[in-house]
């Protein structure tokens, strides 16, 4: 049986949440975790006035890895305007003042 060290040895990264090697496990011999998918959620618009409001969105889960976040928005479920992105990590949250929006401002979602 071969040890982790003729793995990392190799270039294998185990400290990433892709691959797992235990003694226990797969009689030694690394096996693949899986994919954790990014995860975000649009949060409601705050300080809403007659001509700007803040569009806000949070990175629930990063899937390991740092994500280019962003937010688009438009008068309806058609968006069309999407923001700068920001790189975050789960757990934090990102969001941009817009003014000279509509008072009609309808939809907002993350772009992942």
Request: glycine fraction near 12%; hydrophobic fraction near 35%.
């Amino acid at each position: 049986m071969k040890t982790e060290s003729t793995f990392t040895d190799a270039g294998w990264d185990f400290t990433t949440p892709i691959w797992y090697i235990g003694a226990a496990f797969n009689n030694g011999y690394p096996a693949f975790e899986g994919v954790v998918l990014p995860t975000v959620t649009t949060d409601p618009a705050t300080g809403r006035g007659t001509i700007a409001a803040t569009i806000n969105g949070t990175l629930n889960q990063d899937g390991g890895e740092v994500c280019e976040c962003g937010l688009e928005w438009g008068l309806d479920t058609g968006y069309g305007v999407i923001t700068l992105t920001e790189k975050k990590t789960t757990g934090e949250s990102f969001s941009e003042m817009k003014s000279f929006l509509p008072l009609r401002l309808e939809s907002t979602r993350v772009v992942p």
